[in-house]
């Protein structure tokens, strides 16, 4: 079978030295080269065999301008593959490496000996997010869910809902709010109707009468209120 063509890019030369002879020891993989900066790289690429790029975040400093180059590469050379290895794994940093740089995955540099697996995990099509970033990114995906629903409530219905929170029927928001009973019990319907549009699938919202408790339940569950 025809090895894997790894190409290593990372400006710290004894890590750059430590991948490459790593790698250099499975014999489905070939190392195709390496580079310390976006110049060397982006050369290569059009030159060098590569199916897996390894790419650090950082080649100068802490300017994500690894970050930078995973976006270039989008247009450049749309079939590669890339694997960001990188000692950062802030949410965001994960976040945009994988959503805007379309990265195949993302392992922290203290988890280099799982670099093998993943390239042929990702030359077999097969590629899961390494354990060392999956959870950063489900926290982040997490709460930017939470925000957006937040986002999606106007201030009246927060207002209702935390009275119905406190235990208070609707004649007694109303009266709390100074608006009339039906037009408290429309906004209840409003944000029946805001759940189900996201949770389709949950039998409660099926039924035409929005049921109160299951939506202050639901309510406090999502952190609406927080």
């Known amino acids: 079978m025809k090895p894997i063509q790894v190409f290593v890019c990372d400006d710290d030369p004894l890590f750059r030295e430590l991948i ?15 580079a310390a900066n976006k110049h060397q790289l982006l050369k290569a690429v059009g030159e060098a065999p590569i199916d897996i790029l390894l790419l650090d975040i ?13 976006y270039e590469l989008q247009s450049k ?3 590669l593959k890339i694997i960001v290895l990188s000692s950062m794994d802030e949410e965001v940093v994960v976040t945009h490496a994988i959503a805007y740089g379309r990265v195949s995955n993302y392992i922290t540099k203290e988890h280099y000996r799982d670099i093998p697996d993943a390239v042929r995990g990702i030359a077999a ?21 939470e925000e957006e629903l937040k986002r999606k409530l106007t201030t009246l219905q927060k207002e209702i809902l935390r009275f119905l929170q406190q235990g208070k029927s609707s004649s007694e928001i109303a009266e709390l709010l100074y608006y009339n009973e039906q037009s408290v019990n429309n906004e209840l319907c409003k944000i029946t109707k805001l759940i189900k549009g996201r949770f389709p699938y949950l039998e409660w919202l099926r ?3 929005h049921n109160r408790q299951q939506l202050l339940e639901m309510t406090i569950q999502l952190r609406l209120l927080d």
Request: glycine share 10%; no cysteine; charged share 20%.
């Open 20 to 34: 490459v002879d790593y790698l250099s020891r499975e014999p489905d993989l070939s190392i195709s080269g390496s």
């Open 77 to 79: 050379a749309p079939e």
């Open 58 to 70: 950082n080649l100068t400093g802490n300017n994500y301008d690894g970050l930078e180059i995973a």
């Open 207 to 209: 039924i035409k009468k």
């Open 125 to 145: 099509g097969k590629g899961n997010l390494h354990h060392s970033s999956a959870g950063t990114l489900m926290r982040r995906v997490s709460s930017s869910y």
